[in-house]
């Protein structure tokens, strides 16, 4: 049973920075492609970075140069640092897991608000 547990959400001025993290257990960390997802109140949810297995990133536009996405393979832990928060960061950030045969699985999601 894989399990995806995310931490790091709060609250946050305007300008400042978070670190999200999700932990992976019950499967075999390092071959898969890891990635963070957002859902703000009332939208869809959308893809914000991943990471492939050799240590490639994508991020959407919106985020590019501001959050930096990052695995730990010995802890089996994916991070999203995000600097220079803006009230248009604050949803429900999920991580995903993506194995080699596209099954995906999701974390319970962690809050961000960014407010002052």
């Known amino acids: 049973q894989v399990q995806l547990v995310e931490s790091g959400g709060g609250l946050v001025q305007p300008g400042g920075s978070l670190r999200l993290s999700c932990e992976v257990s019950?499967?075999?960390?390092?071959?898969?492609?890891m990635g963070w997802y957002r859902q703000a109140p009332g939208k869809l949810r959308e893809w914000v970075a991943d990471?492939?297995?050799?240590?490639?990133?994508q991020y959407v536009d919106s985020v590019k140069g501001r959050f930096t996405i990052s695995r730990d393979n010995a802890k089996n832990t994916v991070y999203l640092q995000m600097n220079n928060l803006a009230p248009e960061d604050t949803a429900v950030y999920y991580c995903?897991?993506?194995?080699?045969?596209?099954?995906?699985?999701w974390g319970q999601g962690t809050q961000v608000t960014v407010s002052s």
């Open positions: 995903k897991l993506t194995t080699t045969l596209g099954t995906g699985y």
């Open positions: 990471i492939a297995a050799s240590g490639f990133t």
């Open positions: 019950g499967n075999t960390f390092t071959n898969f492609r």
